[in-house]
């Protein structure tokens, strides 16, 4: 039998210690609601063998420590696989190369963030956008000028829900080969380093590239009344202090799953790791 522990994340973190509960898992968890301290926590993983680990979405926000609250003391991932052995087993979202650190002792390592999960995660994604958008007061997407930097899997299920809801979207790209999809969407398409030229129009401005591509040029020709929106992950899309230099207000939105949809985000990540208990 596995001896489970959850550590870490989010409210789907703890919607996922429910669903194992409801199911009939017994298991400890660090950091994700109620449970193990520090010390209690390592302590477990290593005097105890054939561990199923279950990591957070992302495992790690700066590749050194474990993606916890803030409330929590910090443990490093590489304490976490100094603790595990060759029976352990580690499963997390976007580990990368943590992988080395969390095996160094042989435990296995397990990337529920595939292909399947993606896709998945950002329709829900692009769901709970529509909750930024009501925070920040606009509850009626219909003729909004939206523009979404970035194709991705992120950026296309955002487009689709903002067309869907009647806002008219632009896909903004540094590769052109990348708008072919979006023009037979029904899309506008703008290459990124001329969507400048074209900055003035847009109501709301969604980020979905983790690399500061809204610049200088873009941001002084942006509306002060726009909505921007970055929701990449580090480092981000735009420079928070340049952008309020020019009176572009901008809203930081990580993990939008995990805040205003846990209970779905929680069910994913359990799907994905039933084949391991």
Known sequence: MKNIVIAGGDKRMNCLAEQLFNSGYSFSSYAAGSGLDKEEFLCYLRENNNILLILPLPVSRDKVYLNTDKAFRSVSLSEIGECLGETDTVAGG???????????????????????????????????????????????????KTAVTGYGRTAKAIAEFMKENGAKVLITARDPHSLGDAVKKGYSICLLRDYDCIAHDADILINTVPAEIIDKNILSRLRKDVLLIDIASPPFGVDIGLADSYGINVVRALGLPGKYAPEKAGKLIFKKIQPLL
């Not at 829900?124 to 003729?143: H, M, P, R, S």
């Open 94 to 144: 976007i580990i990368g190369d943590s992988r080395a650190v969390l095996s160094a002792n042989g435990a296995k390592v397990y990337d529920y963030y595939d292909e399947e999960f993606i896709t998945d995660n950002a329709r829900l994604t692009a769901q709970c956008l529509k909750f930024v958008l009501n925070e920040n007061g606009i509850y009626d997407f219909t003729g909004k």
